[in-house]
């Protein structure tokens, strides 16, 4: 499983910094601080502002492991764990073992990352029996940042 995230960005912006101005005269503008604006005629003109300050970076904030094939050979639920890896197979993270392991079953993690790929590991701790489960997904420069 894979799921690859799309990238958007106002071109305008500082790094974690992004600001869209509506000045109600059909003119728009993704500038921190835009030009003066021209009115054809006196009247109201409602003026929008965005700004959004994301420096906060990416987060896997959960994994939620929904349901597993396997049981314990001798009968129990399976000993789950996660592992989460880099796209160089370089270890971020490993949980410890959840010991009969019932489902649904939630990892809190709160993980920093940074742009590039990532996969997911869910096993079963006792020896293989279990068939290891795989998912990756892509965080690219650009998208918007929070939590995953």
Known sequence: MRFVCQPWALSDSVAGFS?????????????????????????????QYTAIIDTSGYYLARVNILEVGCNDIL???????????????QEVYLSSIVQNASVPL???????????NYSLRVTDNDGGLMA???AGWSILPGFPKGYW
């Not at 059909?26 to 003109?45: H, L």
């Not at 009968?75 to 197979?89: E, F, S, V």
């Open 75 to 89: 009968g129990g639920a399976p000993d789950l764990k996660i592992g989460i890896y880099d796209n160089t197979g």
């Open 132 to 134: 290891p489960t795989f």
């Open 19 to 47: 600001y869209l101005w509506d000045f109600g005269n059909g003119n728009a503008s993704i500038q921190e601080n835009p030009g003066p604006q021209t009115y054809s005629s006196p009247g109201v003109y409602p003026i």
């Open 106 to 116: 939630a990892f809190d993690l709160f993980l920093p990352l940074e742009t590039g």
